[in-house]
């Protein structure tokens, strides 16, 4: 089994995707899961959503959400026994799945979809039915990982 957990960072909490490739299923996934909290022990691959600049003037939540990622960083690649902890920007993502950086997420959402089928419903759930709001970026992040890093493992 090689399981591939996402991170969408958030400032005090953070989205998360544990994604099972051999399965091509979703073993769980937390839309809000709090940052002190969060962990990825079960996991062979990690991936965390890294920030870029676009110029324009941040707040507190954004440099709250860039220590974060620097303290998830830190703290995975002490457990994670050497293996690299992957660090990956939304223009990467967009690219990946629209060809575009300028794609929201509602694009990369309908991409998702259109490869791994409609969530469903409670009674006849679809692949994607765990996800919701940050999960869904961590699962893009999982999704990411394996077709451009993982594909020759």
């Known amino acids: 089994m090689s399981i591939i957990c996402g991170i969408d960072v958030g400032s005090e909490n953070s989205g998360i995707c544990f994604w099972d490739t051999k399965r091509q299923k979703i073993v769980s ?11 990825a ?4 691959y990690i991936v965390i959503e890294d920030v870029v600049s676009y110029g324009m003037p941040v ?19 002490q457990i994670h026994d050497g293996k690299p902890v992957y660090l990956v920007t939304k223009p990467e993502i967009q690219l990946h799945f629209c060809n575009t950086s300028r794609a929201k997420d509602a694009n990369i959402k309908r991409v998702l979809l259109d490869r791994f089928g409609e969530k469903g419903t409670k009674k006849n759930q679809g692949t994607l039915y765990p996800l919701k709001n940050h999960s869904w970026d961590a699962f893009a992040l999982c999704i990411y990982l394996e077709d451009n890093i993982l594909k020759g493992d």
């Open 59 to 77: 707040g507190k939540s954004t440099f709250d959400t860039c220590k974060a990622i620097g303290m998830f960083k830190e703290r995975f690649d």
């Open 29 to 39: 996934s937390n839309d809000k899961q709090p940052n002190d909290i969060l962990t």
């Open 41 to 44: 022990h079960s996991a062979n």
